[in-house]
């Protein structure tokens, strides 16, 4: 059954430092999304995106966060300065259409 | 913004026992998934269920679109349905889901 994949699993990063992680989403999805999970908290949507442009974002998604689809496969989301609060479970999801997005594994960000 | 609230926030349950767990949210939705996130943190996709019921194995789920609530049925639990259920809700269709706080279950053997 296809998935989303997520690299890495596990990223430790200095405080101030830029990240990129990394999704490769399902291959016939056309719509692709970012969210967010604090330890402990809800489930945040961060930012999606179709037809190489972002058509929605939050709050959250603020001037150090940005994302691209590079090539044909990836999608990623890159974070400029990483800070403290930043530390959370990013997960990236893909859906065929604007309905029933699947998930990833996420990737656990640890700033310290 | 919609509202989402999932209950019970916490269920322990003995293993081969059923259980019911609710969510409600305070606007009409296009969207409704149900989500298990295991003890890896990982988020599996248990159903996409905007209105009606369905069916997957010892699990299924019913949503009322017009009364604003849906239901997760399990029956017959294991341990390994350890983990914590998301309800997610998007008003459009968007995939701009708004989660629940979700509902911690505990299957103990």
């Known amino acids: 059954e296809p998935e989303v994949t997520q690299t890495p699993s596990h990223q430790v990063t200095q405080m101030g430092q830029e990240v990129i992680l990394r999704c490769v989403p399902i291959?016939?999805?056309?719509?692709f999304y970012w969210y967010r999970q604090i330890l402990g908290q809800k489930v945040e949507f961060l930012v999606s995106?179709?037809?190489?442009?972002?058509?929605?974002k939050s709050e959250i998604f603020d001037d150090q966060f940005s994302v691209e689809r590079p090539d044909g496969s990836n999608f990623t989301l890159k974070i400029r300065s990483t800070k403290l609060e930043d530390s959370a479970m990013y997960f990236c999801?893909?859906?065929?259409?604007?309905?029933?997005?699947?998930f990833g594994q996420g990737t656990r960000l640890t700033v310290v | 913004g919609i509202q989402v609230e999932q209950s019970p926030p916490d269920l322990i349950l003995q293993e081969g026992a059923n259980s019911t767990l609710r969510c409600n949210f305070s606007?009409?939705?296009?969207?409704l998934q149900w989500f298990h996130q295991n003890p890896w943190g990982q988020l599996i996709n248990l159903f996409y269920?905007?209105?009606g019921t369905k069916q997957n194995g010892r699990l299924s789920a019913t949503t009322v679109a017009t009364e604003r609530y849906s239901l997760l049925y399990i029956s017959s639990s294991q341990t390994t349905d350890s983990g914590v259920y998301f309800c997610?809700?998007?008003?459009?269709?968007?995939?701009?889901?708004?989660f629940g706080a979700g509902t911690i279950l505990r299957v103990k053997s």
């Open positions: 999801a893909s859906a065929r259409q604007a309905i029933e997005a699947f």
């Open positions: 291959s016939n999805h056309l719509y």
């Open positions: 995106f179709y037809n190489n442009e972002i058509s929605e």
């Open positions: 606007d009409s939705v296009n969207n």
């Open positions: 269920i905007p209105s």
């Open positions: 997610a809700v998007d008003r459009e269709n968007g995939n701009k889901l708004v």
